[in-house]
């Protein structure tokens, strides 16, 4: 009940509130004032001026009787009876009418009624005819709940239907009978439980009954018209057996078994499965082959911004597929072996040259002509992925320009052959002042050797003479047919026919072998290393040298780097080999910071050098270094042979090395030495490799071996 609305006059008792003026009841006498909540009930709560409703009579909330209710025809209602249905205010309502505006009468018992309780009248069905009445539903099938006046549904040939019996539980194909002749016992039948039409076969014949599926194979669940494939033929969905499929050829393929949880045979003989992934284009791999020229031409555009190419090609190692890598190596390589012929390819059929900063551009148009001239990959191939190699550099502009150039160039390329310079250092892509500091040096095989710097350089193993010989090794090699052989001159050298990927080299990461030149290898045979001796590596990094004499002789090594990032390489590489030694990180011209005092009796100094004997497997040296780099590298070697000799022992050898074709950074340094130290004795090599020099011994590039230079001092009493 809504409360009256305030007045603004203080409440008796108020505390500090302004509350409206005294409540009064129906018949407008004030409320005496309500006692304070204790706890009874609401009704006691307050005593009313109004006389009592009798016990129990419902109350407001201010504990008042509402006047009666009057009923809607205004007149007041009428007691109702015990158990009459009242109202929210339990009030009798009239009873209410029927449809045709006459008083319902009342329902017997347990008849149906709505939710006033009265009886509706009969429903009509459609016909129009009443409906009989239903009986209440007390759990029995719906189907006996009530009969319908409905006329019987038809069958598909017109006849009426049977009445459905109830369902309980069996199969609904049992539920009804129909009116067509049966199919056979458990023939199969619609969710009404009649039968289908026949259905007809490919060649139009009617299909025979098929038996009813009871987890047998669904090729024997319908017999056919025609002849079976065999047992256990495939079949439709129907249990037919479809026409014999034709091979490639046109001849008929032979039946296929069922598949009963072996390998499923391969449909065609002559299938296989891709080597490769898919592409994400869809299209044949043409933006998976464009990526790849994509990512050789910035490596290459990297190293001629001065980067190393090892560097330039640290990101392939992230590529998902190791033939990619492969690829990119590949066209990096030759690109780099060859870029003076390039270069000059390219400015003929450039109408202008490029600006500096298009060097991507430049770099992807010598992977296309390195493509087109050397890997003579087909015309269409090399050009429009070239060109769409372009978009993933971003370069879209130079679309058209590397289309055009690359198009000329298939027509051209025989005139453009001829017309090709016979000078030295373009023919052979090497810089003019090597090939001058080369015909210096070696006047009778200076071309050879500018010719074998671009050819690619075998790979070589070093056997690991602590767990295998080399004979053994080579034999294990021959039973997987992996063809090999023992090289001449390193007594640990294994030379491979075919490279591969180190992870596919038998015993590589058990540590059985080691990838290391044979040139590189000879550096342990004239050390003459022996157990006990204190040996010093001086420039260790990668660790291949280090290895190697720890291999031949239990010794103190110590490996010494000034770069302490490249000792984690000499780290890996021992711990792969089960090896151990001394590491430390520091500057070997600057002794007096790191070395304790005690000499070695061994001491190998691989020295910084140019490393033009390596140009076969650095291509990227011929590009990179300057003539003026030779004179600071000179000066750098003399500087470590001046700081290391004291720590040597008297009697004791040191071994000078670099990978180096020129006389500057060999016989010349060993000169310079040999006038400052008077305690030095140069011990001339005696070997069947390489040529001798006035001071050591040097090694031309070219088949299994790389280009060095060795020379052999001793240290006598003073």
Same mark, same amino acid.
């Given at each position: 009940?809504?409360?009256?609305?305030?007045?603004?006059? $203080?409440?008796?008792?108020?505390?500090?509130? &302004?509350?409206?003026?005294?409540?009064?009841?129906?018949?407008?006498?004030?409320?005496?004032?309500?006692? %304070?909540?204790?706890?009874?009930?609401?009704?006691?709560?307050?005593?009313?001026?109004?006389?009592?409703?009798?016990?129990?009579?419902?109350?407001?909330?201010?504990?008042?009787?509402?006047?009666?209710?009057?009923?809607?025809?205004?007149?007041? +209602?009428?007691?109702?009876?015990?158990?009459?249905?009242?109202?929210?205010?339990?009030?009798?309502?009239?009873?209410?009418?029927?449809?045709?505006?006459?008083?319902?009468?009342?329902?017997?018992?347990?008849?149906?009624?709505?939710?006033?309780?009265?009886?509706?009248?009969?429903?009509?069905?459609?016909?129009?005819?009443? %409906?009989?009445?239903?009986?209440?539903?007390?759990?029995?099938?719906?189907?006996?709940?009530?009969?319908?006046?409905? $006329?019987?549904?038809?069958?598909?040939?017109?006849?009426?239907?049977?009445?459905?019996?109830?369902?309980?539980?069996?199969?609904?194909?049992?539920?009804?009978?129909?009116?067509?002749? =049966?199919?056979?016992?458990?023939?199969?039948?619609?969710?009404?439980?009649?039968?289908?039409?026949?259905?007809?076969?490919?060649?139009?014949?009617?299909?025979?009954?098929?038996?009813?599926?009871?987890?047998?194979?669904?090729?024997?669940?319908?017999?056919?018209?025609?002849?079976?494939?065999?047992?256990?033929?495939?079949?439709?969905?129907?249990?037919?057996?479809?026409?014999?499929?034709?091979?490639?050829?046109?001849?008929?393929?032979?039946?296929?078994?069922?598949?009963?949880?072996?390998?499923?045979? #391969?449909?065609?003989?002559?299938?296989?499965?891709?080597?490769?992934?898919?592409?994400?284009?869809?299209?044949?791999?043409?933006?998976? %082959?464009?990526?790849?020229?994509?990512?050789?031409?910035?490596?290459?555009?990297?190293?001629?911004?001065?980067?190393?190419?090892?560097?330039?090609?640290?990101?392939?190692?992230?590529?998902?597929?190791?033939?990619?890598?492969?690829?990119?190596?590949?066209?990096?390589?030759?690109? @780099?072996?060859?870029?003076?012929?390039?270069?000059?390819?390219?400015?003929? !059929?450039?109408?202008? $040259? !490029?600006?500096?900063?298009?060097?991507?551009?430049?770099?992807?148009?010598?992977?296309?002509?390195?493509?087109?001239?050397?890997?003579?990959?087909?015309?269409?191939?090399?050009?429009?992925?070239?060109?769409?190699?372009?978009?993933?550099?971003?370069?879209?502009?130079?679309?058209?320009?590397?289309?055009?150039?690359?198009?000329?160039?298939?027509?051209?390329?025989?005139?453009?052959?001829?017309? @090709?310079?016979?000078?030295?250092?373009?023919?052979?892509?090497?810089?003019?002042?090597?090939?001058?500091?080369?015909?210096?040096?070696?006047?009778?095989?200076?071309?050879?050797?500018?010719?074998?710097?671009?050819?690619?350089?075998?790979?070589?193993?070093?056997?690991?003479?602590?767990?295998?010989?080399?004979?053994?090794?080579?034999?294990?090699?021959?039973?997987?047919?992996?063809?090999?052989?023992?090289? =001449?001159?390193?007594?640990?050298?294994?030379?491979?026919?075919?490279?591969?990927?180190?992870?596919?080299?038998?015993?590589?990461?058990?540590?059985?072998? &080691?990838?290391?030149?044979?040139?590189?290898?000879?550096?342990?045979?004239?050390?003459?290393?022996?157990?006990?001796?204190?040996?010093?590596?001086?420039?260790?990094?990668?660790?291949?040298?280090?290895?190697?004499? !720890?291999? +031949?002789?239990?010794?103190?090594?110590?490996?010494?780097?000034?770069?302490?990032?490249? @000792?984690?390489?000499?780290?890996?590489?021992?711990?792969?080999?089960?090896?151990?030694?001394?590491?430390?990180?520091?500057?070997?011209?600057? $002794?007096?910071?790191?070395?304790n005092g005690q000499a070695f009796d061994r001491i190998l100094l691989d020295a910084p050098c140019s490393g033009t004997g390596v140009?076969? #497997?650095?291509?990227?040296?011929?590009?990179?270094?300057?003539?003026?780099?030779?004179?600071?590298?000179?000066?750098?070697?003399?500087?470590? !042979?001046?700081?290391?000799?004291?720590?040597?022992?008297?009697?004791?050898?040191?071994?000078?090395?670099?990978?180096?074709?020129?006389?500057?950074?060999?016989?010349?340094?060993?000169?310079?030495?040999?006038?400052?130290?008077?305690?030095?004795?140069?011990?001339?090599?005696?070997?069947?490799?390489?040529?001798?020099?006035?001071?050591?011994?040097?090694?031309?590039?070219?088949?299994?071996?790389?280009?060095?230079?060795?020379?052999?001092?001793?240290?006598?009493?003073?």
């Amino acid at each position: 009940m809504k409360k009256p609305p305030s007045s603004g006059t $203080p409440r008796p008792g108020a505390r500090g509130k &302004s509350f409206g003026a005294p409540r009064k009841p129906y018949d407008g006498k004030p409320r005496p004032p309500r006692a %304070r909540g204790d706890g009874e009930a609401r009704s006691d709560f307050r005593s009313d001026a109004r006389p009592p409703r009798g016990e129990g009579a419902w109350r407001s909330r201010d504990g008042d009787a509402r006047p009666p209710r009057k009923s809607f025809d205004g007149t007041p +209602h009428p007691p109702r009876g015990e158990g009459a249905w009242r109202s929210r205010d339990g009030d009798a309502r009239p009873p209410r009418k029927s449809f045709d505006g006459n008083p319902r009468p009342p329902r017997e018992e347990g008849a149906w009624r709505s939710r006033d309780g009265d009886a509706r009248p009969p429903r009509k069905s459609f016909d129009g005819n009443p %409906r009989p009445p239903r009986a209440r539903f007390d759990g029995d099938s719906r189907s006996d709940f009530r009969a319908d006046a409905r $006329p019987p549904r038809k069958s598909f040939d017109g006849s009426p239907r049977p009445p459905r019996a109830r369902f309980d539980g069996d199969s609904r194909s049992d539920s009804r009978a129909d009116s067509r002749p =049966p199919r056979g016992e458990d023939a199969w039948r619609s969710r009404d439980g009649d039968a289908r039409l026949p259905r007809k076969s490919f060649d139009g014949n009617p299909r025979p009954p098929r038996a009813r599926f009871d987890g047998d194979s669904r090729s024997d669940s319908r017999s056919d018209v025609r002849p079976p494939r065999g047992e256990g033929a495939w079949r439709g969905r129907d249990g037919d057996a479809r026409p014999p499929r034709k091979s490639f050829d046109g001849s008929p393929r032979p039946p296929r078994a069922r598949f009963d949880g072996e390998a499923r045979p #391969r449909p065609r003989g002559d299938f296989k499965p891709r080597s490769g992934p898919r592409s994400s284009d869809g299209g044949g791999g043409a933006i998976h %082959r464009a990526n790849v020229r994509a990512v050789a031409a910035r490596s290459i555009s990297r190293v001629m911004r001065g980067r190393s190419l090892d560097d330039a090609l640290a990101p392939t190692a992230q590529m998902r597929v190791a033939a990619d890598a492969a690829m990119v190596k590949a066209l990096a390589f030759g690109v @780099l072996r060859e870029l003076s012929i390039l270069k000059w390819l390219a400015a003929q !059929l450039l109408d202008k $040259p !490029l600006e500096a900063q298009d060097d991507e551009v430049a770099a992807l148009i010598w992977v296309g002509l390195y493509q087109l001239r050397t890997l003579k990959t087909p015309p269409h191939a090399a050009i429009n992925e070239t060109v769409d190699a372009i978009k993933l550099l971003k370069h879209d502009y130079a679309r058209g320009m590397i289309n055009a150039i690359l198009r000329r160039y298939t027509r051209e390329a025989e005139a453009l052959e001829e017309r @090709l310079p016979s000078e030295p250092s373009l023919r052979t892509s090497h810089p003019g002042w090597l090939v001058e500091k080369l015909y210096h040096d070696w006047p009778a095989q200076w071309e050879a050797l500018l010719d074998a710097n671009n050819v690619q350089a075998p790979l070589t193993l070093r056997v690991n003479r602590r767990r295998i010989s080399r004979e053994d090794y080579l034999a294990r090699l021959a039973e997987m047919q992996i063809g090999a052989e023992a090289h =001449p001159h390193a007594t640990d050298a294994v030379v491979l026919e075919v490279a591969r990927a180190v992870d596919k080299i038998p015993g590589f990461v058990g540590g059985q072998v &080691s990838v290391q030149d044979a040139s590189a290898q000879l550096a342990v045979q004239l050390l003459a290393v022996a157990d006990g001796q204190r040996i010093l590596d001086a420039c260790a990094a990668p660790g291949g040298k280090t290895a190697h004499i !720890l291999e +031949h002789a239990d010794a103190r090594v110590t490996a010494l780097d000034v770069d302490g990032a490249r @000792l984690t390489r000499v780290d890996e590489n021992l711990r792969r080999l089960n090896l151990s030694a001394e590491m430390i990180a520091a500057d070997a011209a600057q $002794p007096d910071r790191w070395w304790n005092g005690q000499a070695f009796d061994r001491i190998l100094l691989d020295a910084p050098c140019s490393g033009t004997g390596v140009i076969r #497997r650095h291509p990227d040296i011929k590009w990179l270094r300057r003539t003026t780099d030779i004179a600071t590298l000179q000066q750098t070697q003399l500087g470590l !042979l001046k700081a290391l000799w004291p720590l040597l022992k008297v009697g004791g050898r040191m071994v000078y090395a670099t990978c180096s074709l020129l006389r500057d950074e060999g016989d010349e340094v060993l000169s310079r030495f040999k006038r400052l130290a008077d305690d030095v004795t140069i011990t001339a090599i005696d070997a069947e490799w390489g040529e001798a020099t006035e001071y050591g011994r040097r090694i031309a590039p070219g088949g299994t071996h790389d280009g060095f230079y060795y020379a052999v001092l001793e240290k006598r009493a003073p």
